[in-house]
């Protein structure tokens, strides 16, 4: 079983390699105000607790969102050698979902479910075959903000919750921690911290183990003076081993001998990444359409543009009308509406508000600078509110080339401009 912790996630780009979370605990800290903002401003879930106190929930949950809104779609070469081996089961306590961007461009495709302490989810925590991939977010999920756990009091709450098993975790998952026959493999887990020891012993992830398992852990972990301890702790209960390498070289190394192992075995294709400074596409779409949007928004990002899809938690109430502003003014380069026969037929809905807020944005640009691209994504009429631009027909062989060709020939446009 891969169990990926915080401190396996990280910028790409960053040669220090410094954990996201670390990195949004500063932001937080420089945001906060008197006595209370920490000296060490890398303990995420105590800046966190700070902040929302001075702010609010809904606060926080927003700069948390636009923090790991540049971070979409990227993944490390570690998740990539990580998911080009054949495990089965993975819980990922990161919020940035880089192990499901990795699997994804690997050619597969994991069942994805989260734990959301605070409310039970009616039908979602489902049993899988074992023949299945399942990447469990065992502290929430971004789709979700209020499911993440974020302060101090979360962890807390988060550990009540599933100590007494309300909601319930996914069967298969209580049932791998306790099975003996199997192993567990922690990266970046982040084992100094407290909390650990209890979701573990809760989980019932000790006993008589069959096998060890292992953990890497980072320079901080192995520096720190309880690490002796620690250590002691975890070998004597869990059957655990602790390591001091590279995570890169460890992963390499692994899918190394994975490959030696199985005959025949061919490499997992490299992913396409596209351009680092690759632009960011809002998809306004209808609901109804989702399963088309979601297929025709991975073709486009392998054709070099990353996209940024709404979700139905946003869609209503205060809370969408709040966001809505920095989503479309701030977080994404284009508009892509992707035009329907299902999307016409409403008189009113939530995509002719983020249609609004795209028109005011683009009476900012000069001339000659696109912004909105309208798109047929199935035969239909035109919305009166675009017909002054052009529309590109995705029905046709090459409509998806073109829609794309089109966003990055402006893009370098708009780069020209800024360097001449």
Not at 224 to 243: A, C, G, K, M, S
Not at 257 to 267: E, M, Q
Not at 388 to 415: C, F, K, S, V, Y
Request: proline share 5%; net charge negative.
């Amino acid at each position: 079983m891969l169990l990926l912790g915080p401190g396996i996630e990280f910028d790409a780009q960053d040669p220090n390699a410094t954990p996201l979370t670390i990195k949004l605990a500063q932001i937080l800290a420089g945001n906060l105000s008197g006595p209370e903002v920490p000296a060490g401003q890398d303990d995420l879930a105590h800046v966190a607790q700070i902040f929302q106190r001075q702010n609010d929930r809904i606060a926080l949950e927003m700069v948390v969102e636009d923090f790991y809104r540049e971070y979409a779609g990227q993944a490390t070469s570690i998740h990539r050698q990580l998911a080009a081996l054949p495990f089965r089961f993975c819980i990922d306590i990161t919020h940035g979902g880089f192990l499901a961007t990795a699997l994804r461009a690997a050619g597969k495709s994991p069942v994805q479910d989260f734990y959301w302490f605070r409310k039970e989810r009616t039908g979602s925590l489902v049993d899988i075959t074992p023949a299945q991939l399942f990447v469990y977010n065992l502290f929430g999920s971004l789709d979700e903000p209020d499911s993440l756990l974020l302060t101090e009091n979360d962890l807390l709450d988060f550990l009540v919750h599933v100590a007494k098993n309300t909601p319930p975790l996914p069967r298969n998952l209580i049932s791998g921690f306790s099975d003996p026959n199997i192993s567990f493999l922690f990266l970046g887990f982040g084992f100094r911290h407290w909390y650990l020891r209890v979701l573990l012993h809760v989980l019932k992830a000790h006993g008589d183990r069959k096998n060890f398992s292992l953990v890497l852990e980072d320079n901080d972990f192995f520096a720190h003076p309880d690490q002796p301890r620690t250590v002691l702790f975890y070998h004597e209960q869990h059957r655990i081993q602790f390591r001091f390498a590279s995570w890169q070289a460890f992963a390499d190394e692994l899918s190394q001998r994975f490959g030696a192992a199985v005959p025949g075995r061919v490499a997992a294709p490299e992913p396409e990444t596209g351009r680092d400074d690759a632009p960011t596409a809002f998809l306004c779409h209808c609901s109804e359409d989702a399963e088309v949007v979601a297929e025709f928004s991975s073709k486009l990002r392998a054709l070099g543009v990353r996209t940024w899809l709404d979700r139905q938690n946003l869609r209503g109430g205060d809370r969408w009308h709040q966001v809505l502003h920095k989503a479309i003014h701030e977080w994404v380069d284009y508009f892509v509406v992707l035009e329907t026969p299902a999307m016409l037929a409403r008189t009113e809905s939530y995509y002719y508000q983020e249609i609004r807020a795209a028109l005011e944005r683009e009476r900012g640009f000069r001339q000659g600078i696109k912004f909105i691209f309208p798109a047929q994504l199935v035969p239909c009429r035109r919305l009166d509110e675009l017909l002054h631009l052009q529309r590109t027909d995705l029905t046709m062989p090459n409509g998806l080339e073109q829609l794309a060709a089109a966003i990055l020939e402006d893009w370098a446009r708009r780069h020209e401009s800024r360097h001449a």
